[in-house]
């Protein structure tokens, strides 16, 4: 037995040949030790049952017991950069109005009228109070009560009483959470190891520089777990397999909350044969196809000797220091390009590494048949320098895909893909005459843990 097969738990084994670690090693830069080594765990190899997908009792349970104890992503820091500045977030029928105080913290109160229950409003933007325009009710900034009409009709309505109810608010690598219910863990306890990962990558320093929403008929883990393995390129993106290694995708289960998905780029897929491939050929598929870390490079020769991943790690390194404005020269090859996937529970998945950085949040839309999934690119200003302002987030409609979206370049595409399996996921769950999926031990690992953590909220 191999020994990246002996280092791995009973139950697990992994594609044979190189692995991502492999290429680690051939680095031109050191790679950083948190990415090193093995975190792999054996979850079992349980079937799934569907009705966690398409059972609104579930779907219930979900958002009685599960919604309200974790912190979910609900704004960046480039939203909100100046008191007043509010943003409407809605996940499984709450809402929330994230503003920005006069001191320059954020709060999270409720969006809605304490009087007869209307929103106080329905879209993002700046506010100087937060007013209902059904009776007149207002509020400042704070939460704190403003006016209401005809007070002397309210005795039995205090100041106090009628303050705005808040949720908590953490604030990460300008990411801003809530959490709806009181205690639990701090923001950090949630995320870790996330933030002794990212403290390398600095994405405070980045901005939303795209960002586009679609809304898919199937559930929202479906969907998000379209998101969580590498397993499915070899049939859903085969034109990424001349420069993406997928089966050789290393797979972490970092915490109860984390989980991460290491996949190599500037390689082919062990799909494609033994046979070595010319790196040229790899770099030129790469630049075609890419639509994150090769857009804007135009033409890459390689140099003799060279392999694809050192030329594309050499030009990113330059050029992305260059518009970062920082030395990017310890920077590793794999960081400068390969996928890092990182999934935060439920919802909430933060591509790693030092490049444009995408993000993806995925929410329930309406029932469990539906989800609305956001995708941002994230983009990096120099540290210091006004960030531009944010665009506003174009919600796809009618015959409208995730390839409309220029900006996006391939990645819109792919995306596409993607979106064309899981209607049809949906209702063949549905179907399912056994009721159960099954899962790859090892591939499909994050699937599993992350029903696994649901599980621990929905039995609390």
Not at 269 to 292: A, C, F, M, T
Not at 355 to 375: C, F, I, K, Q, S
């Amino acid at each position: 037995m191999p020994d990246d097969q002996r280092q791995l738990p009973p139950g697990a084994a992994r594609q044979p040949g190189t692995s991502w670690d492999d290429l680690a090693a051939a680095d031109t830069k050191p790679v950083p030790d948190f990415l090193l080594g093995e975190h792999y765990k054996y979850l079992g190899s349980d079937p799934i049952p569907t009705a966690r997908y398409t059972s609104p009792d579930f779907y219930s349970q979900e958002v009685e017991k599960m919604w309200p104890n974790v912190w979910q992503f609900a704004a960046r820091l480039e939203e909100l950069p100046n008191p007043g500045d509010t943003v409407v977030y809605e996940n499984v029928g709450k809402s929330w109005l994230l503003t920005r105080q006069n001191d320059g913290s954020i709060k999270a109160m409720q969006n809605v009228c304490l009087h007869r229950g209307r929103k106080l409003r329905t879209e993002s933007g700046k506010a100087s109070s937060f007013y209902c325009g059904y009776h007149g009710f207002n509020w400042n900034i704070d939460g704190s009560l403003r006016n209401i009409p005809c007070r002397w009709d309210f005795p039995h309505l205090t100041n106090e009483k009628m303050k705005l109810p808040e949720a908590q608010v953490g604030v990460w690598e300008g990411y801003v959470f809530i959490k709806e219910a009181e205690g639990g863990p701090t923001l950090e306890e949630f995320l870790a190891p996330l933030p002794e990962h990212f403290a390398r990558w600095g994405q405070d320093d980045c901005y939303t520089a795209v960002w586009a929403a679609r809304v898919c008929d199937a559930n929202w883990k479906a969907v998000a777990e379209a998101f969580m393995e590498a397993y499915h390129v070899i049939a859903t993106h085969p034109q990424l397999m001349d420069f993406s290694g997928d089966c050789m995708a290393k797979y972490y289960v970092l915490s109860d909350n984390v989980n991460l998905a290491l996949t190599p780029f500037g390689v082919p897929s062990p799909h494609l044969g033994s046979e070595p491939k010319d790196p040229q050929w790899v770099i030129d598929s790469y630049l075609k196809n890419n639509g994150r870390v090769a857009v804007g490079i135009g033409q890459l020769q390689v140099q003799p000797g060279q392999t694809a991943r050192a030329a594309m790690g050499a030009v990113n390194r330059k050029r992305f220091g260059e518009a970062a404005g920082i030395d990017a020269s310890h920077y590793s090859d794999c960081e400068l390009q390969d996928a890092f996937t990182y999934n935060v529970f439920p919802n909430f998945a933060p591509w790693g590494g030092f490049m444009p950085n995408v993000v993806y949040r995925w929410r329930p839309w309406g029932d469990a048949d539906h989800t609305l999934m956001e995708v941002r690119v994230l983009a990096r200003q120099p540290k210091g320098a006004p960030k531009p302002p944010i665009p506003k987030m174009r919600m796809l409609t009618g015959a409208e895909t995730w390839a409309d979206v220029a900006e996006f370049g391939p990645l819109g595409g792919v995306l596409n893909q993607d979106w064309d399996n899981l209607p049809f996921v949906q209702a063949g769950m549905k179907a399912m005459k056994s009721g159960q999926i099954e899962l790859a031990n090892y591939q499909e690992v994050r699937v599993r843990h992350f029903h696994q953590t649901l599980d621990k909220y929905l039995k609390s």
